[in-house]
């Protein structure tokens, strides 16, 4: 049982690249999110997924687009990369909205 | 909207000290759960401890433990016997049962567990 898994760990990007960020859970839970955190900041919601094949804004969603591909998958994909999406991005799951979230270990993305 | 507060950018305590970490919130729901997240230098985010709304007794796990007085919308975390493998960033965030239900997190508390 793996929890909550990401790839990759570290990735660094110049400005206008693309990539897709990956989030997998073998919790068999409902509710999936996207965080981002930068230094001397909580966590801030980008996208979440309530339950699969439904998808919604969070706090910072601009630059961004997500897919939930199933109910175990839940990527973020950055289609022309900028210096200010620099951050560690966290993935997180839930059995349902309101429950009690785990994280994955966080992807460190750099954009020259 | 709904905010969390947290007053202490940074604390630190002897070994085997009692520490209290502070947070208060902002809403006008009243049924939602609180958590104690802890972030240890390996960058994972692990919970400490939640606290449902509804419950008026506070929650305990082991050396962690919360004061919870909802009227004052005052969320502590208390660590007993504190150890060096507590150093840690601490959030705390807050989820309401009603909208979408997004968790807020507070801005962290840097703990620093000294030999």
């Known amino acids: 049982n793996a929890g909550v898994t990401q790839t990759p760990k570290f990735q660094v990007l110049k400005t206008g690249q693309s990539m897709t960020l990956q989030c997998a859970q073998d919790?068999?839970?409902?509710?999936m999110y996207w965080y981002r955190q930068d230094p001397g900041m909580g966590l801030r919601l980008i996208y979440y997924?309530?339950?699969?094949?439904?998808?919604d804004k969070g706090e910072v969603p601009n630059g961004y687009n997500v897919s939930r591909l199933n109910k175990r998958e839940f990527s973020l994909r950055l289609e022309s990369a900028a210096p200010s999406q620099t951050s560690v991005y966290f993935c997180?799951?839930?059995?349902?909205?309101?429950?009690?979230?785990?994280f994955g270990p966080g992807t460190r993305l750099t954009v020259l | 909207a709904q905010t969390v507060t947290q007053s202490q950018p940074e604390m630190s305590v002897q070994e085997a000290e009692t520490v209290t970490l502070s947070c208060t919130y902002d809403?006008?729901?009243?049924?939602?759960?609180l958590f104690w997240y802890k972030q240890p230098p390996s960058r994972q985010m692990i919970l400490v401890i939640r606290?449902?709304?509804?419950?008026?007794q506070n929650a305990t796990e082991n050396r962690f433990s919360v004061n919870f007085q909802k009227a004052a919308k005052s969320f502590s975390l208390k660590i007993s016997d504190s150890q060096l493998g507590d150093t840690a960033m601490y959030f705390c965030?807050?989820?309401?049962?009603?909208?979408?239900?997004?968790?807020?997190f507070g801005q962290g508390t840097r703990l620093t567990i000294n030999p």
């Open positions: 606290q449902e709304a509804y419950k008026q």
């Open positions: 919790m068999n839970h409902n509710s």
């Open positions: 809403t006008s729901e009243n049924n939602y759960y």
């Open positions: 965030a807050f989820i309401d049962f009603q909208g979408a239900q997004k968790l807020v």
């Open positions: 997924s309530a339950s699969e094949g439904t998808t």
């Open positions: 997180a799951s839930s059995e349902q909205g309101r429950d009690t979230q785990y």
